[in-house]
């Protein structure tokens, strides 16, 4: 168990972090509408050199998963607990990707 009570939960074979994880990785699996389940999809956060326009990574983003519903590729965090760091990251990712991430 971690800080946040999370309890690591196992379901065909992969380790969630939470039960409430594991919980949505089944919803998700036995959804016929869902396509193309993804697990811990990552996103760089990058930031430009105003000079000289050069890209660098300071950090990446992973989400829970990615999916495809009804057309419309879907990012999904199941969340307790919602820290400032995801916060901050969540409005990085919008910035770059112009993203919405789903919370569940």
Same mark, same amino acid.
């Given at each position: 168990?971690?800080?946040?009570?999370?309890?690591?939960?196992?379901?065909?074979?992969?380790?969630?972090?939470?039960?409430?994880?594991?919980?949505?990785?089944?919803?998700?699996?036995?959804?016929?509408?869902?396509?193309?389940?993804?697990?811990?999809?990552?996103?760089?956060?990058?930031?430009?050199?105003?000079?000289? $326009?050069? %890209?660098?990574? !300071?950090?990446?983003? /992973?989400?829970?998963?990615?999916?495809?519903?009804?057309?419309?590729? @879907?990012? +999904?965090?199941?969340? $307790?607990? %919602?820290?400032? !760091?995801?916060?901050? /990251?969540?409005?990085?990712?919008?910035?770059?990707?112009?993203?919405? @991430?789903? +919370?569940?």
């Amino acid at each position: 168990m971690n800080k946040y009570r999370a309890k690591k939960t196992e379901v065909d074979g992969i380790l969630f972090d939470s039960r409430k994880e594991a919980a949505r990785y089944r919803v998700l699996r036995d959804d016929p509408n869902i396509k193309d389940l993804e697990l811990q999809p990552k996103f760089d956060l990058l930031v430009t050199n105003l000079e000289t $326009g050069e %890209k660098k990574k !300071v950090g990446f983003y /992973k989400a829970d998963f990615r999916y495809t519903l009804n057309g419309e590729v @879907i990012i +999904e965090d199941v969340k $307790g607990v %919602k820290t400032s !760091v995801y916060n901050l /990251k969540k409005r990085i990712i919008k910035g770059i990707y112009n993203i919405d @991430i789903k +919370e569940t």
